[in-house]
C-alpha cells in the first residue's frame, strides 16, 4: 500500500491493526468495587502537555510523573505503613538493607562520623567498613546498652545515629528514647532499625525517633516471598533531605510486591499475636532445658535490656536465640541444628516457617559464647510440635561426642 494511502486510511479512523495493538479504543466496564488494592504497572506515565511533564519525585503531594517513584500500589503501600507509625511519610525501597543504605547516604557527606551499635544487623556494618569508609565516612560502633551515655561519643562531625531494638541476633533492647534525647540535643537525626516491631510493637516517632526503618521483608510482607524495605520520616525536612537521596539512587519497587505486602499487612496483627504466644511458650521451655545457659527473648526477664522493652514496648515476636552452656562444644550446637525438622536453616525471619542458624565467629555477646548460640524463629506451627523438635534435635546433639571446635 502507498504510504499516501495508508496515512488517508489512518484519518480515516482505520489505523493498521500493528497500530491498533499499541492505540486501542476497547475499554473494560468502569465500577469493579473489589477489596484488594489494583496492580498498578507503569513506567511512562502520561502527560496532557509539554507544559505539564516534569520528573519530579514528590509524587504524593504532586501527582504522578514517572513509574521508579511509585505507582498507586506502592504509594499506597507507603501512605499504609506511614499510618501505621505515625510518620510524616513512608518511602518504600527494595528491601530493608535498601532503605539502610539510603539513610546513610542520605544524611553522611565526606567526613561524617555516624554512631552504630555493636550488635546492629551484619551487613549494616559492612556497608560501613567497606563503601562508606571508601566515601570518607567514619562509622563507630557503640556499646548498645550505653543509654543516654551515648552523648560521650558525639563528635562536632557526626551527622547520624543509628539505634537497632532489639538488637541482630544478640536481642538487646536499648534505650531509644534517651539515645534520642542526645540526638535531639545535639541536632542529630537518630534512625531506628524497627523490623522487629513490624513498626507497631515498638512506637518509634512517640519515643523521639527521627527516621524508623522496616525489613518489610519480614512481617509485613510475613511469608517469606518478598523483598521490600520502608523509610519512615518524622518531619518534612528529613522527608526532602531522604526523598532526594531515594529518588537520585533510583530505588524503585514492583507493585506486585507491594500488592503482597499489602495483603500481608491485613493479618500481621493476627500473626504478630499468634508468633508472640508460640515464641514465648517455646523459649519458655528452653530456659527449663539443662543444656542451655541463656534464653536472649526481650521478654524473659534474663536479657539484656528487658526492663526498657517492658517500659517501651507493646508485644515480643517471633524471633530470639538462645546460647548453650560451656561443656557443649560448636560442633554440638551445629549438629543440634542440622537435626532440627521443622525448624529449616535459613536466613530471615517473620515468616510463617520456624527457621534456626548458628553464627559462628559472631563474637558477641562474648568473644566464645557466640559460637554456642542459635537464633530461632518461630512459624505459625502449634507451639508443641516445635518444642517437641527441639526436644529430639537436643537429644542427637547430646549423643555426639564433646571434642572438636
Ligand atoms: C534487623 C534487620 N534489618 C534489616 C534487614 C535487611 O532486610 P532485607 O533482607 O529486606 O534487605 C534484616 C534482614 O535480615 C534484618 O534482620
Known amino acids: 500500500m502507498a504510504v499516501a494511502s495508508m496515512i488517508i486510511q489512518n484519518r480515516k479512523n482505520a489505523m493498521h491493526w500493528q497500530t491498533r495493538l499499541i492505540h486501542s479504543n476497547a475499554k473494560a466496564p468502569s465500577g469493579f468495587r473489589s477489596l484488594a488494592t489494583p496492580v498498578a504497572r507503569g513506567s511512562t506515565v502520561i502527560f496532557d502537555s509539554v507544559a505539564q511533564a516534569t520528573d519530579d519525585w514528590h509524587q504524593s503531594e504532586r501527582g504522578y510523573t514517572y513509574g521508579l517513584f511509585g505507582s498507586p ?3 499506597e503501600l507507603g501512605a499504609r505503613i506511614a499510618e501505621l507509625e505515625g510518620a510524616h511519610h513512608s518511602f518504600i525501597v527494595p528491601g530493608g538493607q535498601a532503605a539502610i543504605s539510603i539513610v546513610y547516604l542520605a544524611l553522611c557527606r565526606a567526613g561524617s562520623h555516624v554512631l552504630l551499635p555493636a550488635n546492629a544487623y551484619g551487613p549494616s556494618h559492612d556497608l560501613a567498613t567497606g563503601t562508606l569508609r571508601a566515601f570518607g565516612v567514619t562509622v563507630e560502633t557503640y556499646d548498645p546498652l550505653i543509654g543516654g551515655d551515648i552523648e560521650r561519643l558525639i563528635r ?17 533492647i536499648q534505650d531509644v528514647p534517651a539515645i534520642a534525647a542526645v540526638g535531639r540535643s545535639h541536632g542529630i537525626p537518630v534512625a531506628l532499625d524497627n523490623t522487629y516491631a513490624g513498626g507497631v510493637l515498638f512506637d518509634a516517632f512517640r519515643h523521639g525517633v527521627d527516621i524508623s526503618i522496616q525489613a518489610l521483608t519480614k512481617y509485613i510482607g510475613g511469608h517469606s516471598d518478598v523483598l521490600l524495605g520502608s523509610v519512615s520520616v518524622a518531619s518534612r525536612e528529613l522527608y526532602e533531605r531522604v526523598g532526594t537521596a531515594w529518588s537520585q539512587l533510583g530505588m524503585g519497587v514492583s507493585p506486585d510486591e507491594a500488592s503482597l505486602a499489602l495483603r500481608g499487612l491485613q493479618t500481621l496483627g493476627i500473626r ?14 528452653l530456659a527449663d532445658q539443662p543444656e542451655v545457659d541463656k534464653v536472649l527473648h526481650p521478654a524473659l526477664t534474663e536479657a ?18 538462645i546460647i548453650f ?40 555477646p562474648d568473644a566464645e559464647s557466640g559460637d554456642r548460640l542459635v ?7 502449634e507451639p508443641g510440635d516445635l518444642i517437641a523438635d527441639l526436644d529430639q ?5 547430646m549423643r555426639q561426642p564433646t571434642t572438636g571446635r
Open 393 to 397: 534435635a537436643l537429644g542427637s546433639a
Open 73 to 75: 500500589t506502592v504509594l
Open 375 to 381: 537464633r530461632l524463629n518461630v512459624g505459625l506451627e
Open 304 to 321: 539484656p535490656g528487658h526492663d526498657l522493652w517492658k517500659r517501651d514496648f507493646t508485644g515480643s515476636a517471633s524471633v530470639f536465640s
Open 156 to 172: 562536632p562531625e557526626t551527622t547520624l545515629i543509628w539505634t537497632e531494638s532489639p538488637g541482630s541476633i544478640t536481642m538487646e
Open 272 to 285: 504478630l499475636e499468634r508468633l508472640e504466644r508460640t515464641a514465648l511458650a517455646v523459649a519458655q521451655w
Open 325 to 364: 552452656r560451656h561443656e557443649i562444644s560448636p560442633d554440638q550446637v551445629a549438629c543440634f541444628v542440622d537435626a532440627l525438622r521443622l525448624f529449616k536453616i535459613g536466613y530471615s525471619w517473620g515468616g510463617v516457617t520456624a527457621l534456626a542458624l548458628t553464627y559462628p565467629g559472631l563474637g558477641r
